[in-house]
């Protein structure tokens, strides 16, 4: 067994990165790839694969690298993940394949999450033969085209569906487009994935909400099955003062305009204020990408605000590494509780906070502390406080069952919901998560569609 | 893709224009808009829809040139196509239960009433209308409003048309004269609204004002509409665009509408290439 500690990707130099919208990191070159190939063990039982959403036969991919075979290796991928050059680079692999990975103690976890990355540019950038389809009569529509609507329309069409995909935007990839942005995901990239999914047969169609321009029980006439993978929902605010200032964004809308409507690029037509002192409020990927984003456009200062201790932070570990090594201030155990400014932002008052008694989520509370008020001057706040589910296409349907947060209710087993053939998955059934789960979301709800269609 | 079948200009930087949009068409109802954007790489602009046919699969927009993307429509000629449109979005005018309806239209907001008139003609129960505008050349829709109305007014700020006043003038001078309405339906600019919501508080009629407020995905999304209704946040997108005129925080939704106008300004400048 070979010794060698696991290999870090080339990433951009962080002050050069923090001023442009290129890919952050650059990824494994072909010989370290090979290398850190070597290093896995192969495992009999691997855990690594238990640790997947949707259940990549890990060391078979890598068993096809070492062997120098990289489209054996994107066919391996392929197997069980539709979006491989997403999931390389988004997925939390620290807390999934990787965590569990036996080499853990013997100088750090295989770069799973790397060498996808890898195998899935190959694939991008090499001609690799898709698989022949069987038509097998049925048709499905998706409801969204983010990961959970992508993934399950690739299962159903590789099974010789027909298969539809509605999106609202005039772009296709939902998270992936509006929300994730370029630096960590470019989007050549994702619209190379979703141009396979057309070369599987797959039909998108732009510019269509379900509950609007047609409704879920025209589908329901038209089709055999129906997936329901809309996302999160609706941005949410503190209800604190000042919340309707000019200069406050939620980070949904931020974001939106940066990465889907381009008002990163000059003379894009969407405008979008750029902030010099710029307060990002949360913790999570999103406020992570948000503060980023703020950074490149030019800000002097970017400070994120979080009322508990690093150790809750939901953001990836390595998120938080890039931002502050770009140059985010993290101001911890603070709260804002109000945000100043006569028309426009001009400061945010918070205060600090101490962790008492674990809460019902089981971290610990934080307190105020008394007379701890503090002011932050600055002329953008963005809020990144995740959102609450899209009242939207439940007022179109009264009979899709929700539950008292909003969330669509789905039989666990096989994600059908309370319509018959009617399916969902994704955050618009467990309310923000990540892209992988709801990739994970798609693939059982195609499944149970399969099933219960019965299609083989 | 959708073609645009008929351009019809009403006065100066105002136009009509009738899209072939019959996945719109087939469900947009009064009181729900689309959002549009002229070229690939254009902003998203919502526009309420101010009339619609169902059979040949038809909506109208009544838009005026203000920023780029209405100065790149503008420039589009009968027979060509914008890159996209979405909708319907936002919700339904339900008036229906109402007997006696004062609807008020102002300047562009005018267009917005229109399809209500229509309809609550069509089901029988012919409504009032003012319009009001700053002056003559800017009152659009006369013809229509006189064939789908009750009783039709018009009054111009400068007074170059039927009667001097602003459409709060003429509205109170109804309603003192012994006129009853059981609601009020106002759309126009901001401080309009406004003002009308201000004197029916007084007389405790029900108001109801559409929001033509900044948006980008116009499904709930992005919180960029959002506006304050009796003390709660609510987007105009999806909880909208109607809401009642007497519970709007209208300074706060109008300093908001400012938030883009110099960026806005200066990109009309570069487009028209003055700069």
């Excluded at chain 1, 309310?431 to 709800?445: C, P, R, S």
């Excluded at chain 2, 229109?114 to 829709?141: C, E, N, W």
């Amino acid at each position: 067994m070979n010794n060698q500690p696991r290999n870090n990707v080339r990433e951009q130099d962080a002050k050069i990165r923090a001023t442009n919208f290129n890919e952050v990191s650059l990824g494994f070159d072909e010989k370290t790839a090979m290398a850190e190939a070597e290093r896995c063990l192969a495992c009999v039982k691997p855990k690594c694969v238990e640790g997947c959403p949707v259940g990549v036969n890990i060391p078979k991919f890598i068993s096809y690298i070492k062997a120098g075979d990289l489209e054996g290796a994107v066919a391996a991928i392929k197997e069980n993940s539709n979006l491989p050059a997403v999931c390389g680079r988004v997925c939390p692999q620290e807390s999934q394949c990787e965590a569990r990975c036996v080499r853990a103690k013997l100088g750090g976890p295989v770069a799973i999450g790397a060498l996808e990355r890898f195998v899935a540019d190959y694939g991008l950038t090499h001609a690799v033969k898709t698989p022949a389809i069987t038509k097998c009569g049925k048709k499905a529509a998706i409801i969204g085209s983010g990961p959970s609507g992508l993934t399950c329309a690739a299962d159903l069409a590789m099974a010789g569906f027909d298969v539809t995909v509605f999106e609202a935007f005039h772009k296709a990839g939902g998270v992936l487009v509006y929300g994730i942005p370029e630096f960590r995901l470019p989007k050549s990239l994702v619209q190379a994935e979703i141009d396979k999914l057309s070369e599987l047969g797959v039909q998108i169609k732009l510019n269509t909400v379900v509950g609007k321009t047609i409704m879920l029980d025209e589908l329901l006439g038209d089709y055999d099955a129906v997936f329901i993978g809309t996302g999160a929902g609706l941005p949410m605010f503190m209800n604190i003062k000042g919340e309707s200032l000019n200069g406050v964004y939620s980070a949904n809308e931020y974001l939106t305009r940066v990465n889907l409507m381009k008002a990163y690029q000059k003379d894009s037509a969407t405008p979008i204020q750029v902030g010099n002192n710029v307060v990002v409020v949360g913790a999570g990927n999103v406020a992570m990408d948000a503060a980023r984003t703020a950074l490149r456009f030019g800000a002097q200062n970017v400070s994120l605000v979080y009322r508990r201790s690093r150790e809750e932070m939901p953001a990836r570990r390595e998120e938080i590494r890039h931002a502050e090594e770009e140059g985010v201030v993290l101001q911890l155990l603070t709260n804002p509780l109000e945000i100043l400014g006569d028309k426009a932002v001009s400061g945010i008052k918070c205060i600090r906070m101490e962790l008492g008694e674990p809460d019902e989520s089981g971290r610990r509370k934080p307190v105020e502390i008394q007379g701890s008020e503090f002011v932050i001057d600055c002329d953008q706040v963005i809020m990144a406080l995740g959102t609450s589910p899209n009242p939207l296409l439940k007022r179109s349907c009264e009979r899709l069952e929700v539950n008292k947060k909003g969330t669509i209710v789905i039989d666990e087993a096989t994600h059908e919901t309370s319509i018959s053939n009617v399916y969902a998955g994704g955050d618009a059934v467990t309310g923000a998560a990540t892209v992988i789960l709801a990739m994970g979301a798609g693939k059982a709800a195609a499944k149970a569609i399969l099933e219960k269609l019965n299609v083989h | 893709m959708n073609k645009l079948l008929k351009i019809r200009t009403l006065s100066e930087n105002v136009k009509e224009y009738v899209f072939d949009a019959p996945d719109i068409a087939r469900h947009a109802k009064p009181g729900q808009f689309i959002i549009l954007r002229v070229d690939d790489e254009g902003e998203r602009v919502p526009f309420t829809i101010c009339d619609m046919d169902k059979n040949i699969g038809t909506i109208t927009l009544l838009i005026q040139e203000v920023g780029a993307t209405t100065k790149k429509l503008a420039a589009k000629k009968e027979g060509e196509f914008i890159h996209d449109m979405v909708g319907p979005l936002g919700n339904a005018t339900d008036l229906d239960k109402y007997d006696n309806i004062m609807l008020i239209g102002g300047g562009i907001g005018s267009a917005v009433i229109f399809p209500q008139a229509k309809h609550m003609k069509s089901i029988g129960k012919p409504v009032d209308i003012i319009v009001g505008a700053r002056t003559k050349s800017l009152i659009m829709y006369e013809d229509e409003f006189k064939a789908n109305s009750k009783n039709f007014y018009i009054v111009t700020d400068d007074g170059s048309y039927v009667e001097k006043g602003f459409v709060t003038t003429k509205l109170k001078q109804l309603l003192d004269e012994g006129k009853h309405y059981d609601i009020v339906f106002a759309v126009g600019p901001m401080p309009m609204m406004k003002a009308v919501a201000d004197l029916t508080r007084e007389y405790g009629i029900k108001t109801v004002v559409s929001m033509n407020s900044i948006m980008v995905d116009g499904t709930g999304m992005c919180g960029g509409c959002r506006v304050t209704v009796g003390g709660k946040t609510k987007y105009a997108c999806v909880d909208g665009p109607e809401f009642d005129g007497h519970e709007i925080d209208f300074d706060e939704a109008m300093n908001r509408a400012r938030f883009y106008r110099e960026q806005e300004q200066e990109h009309v400048c570069r487009l028209r290439g003055n700069n």
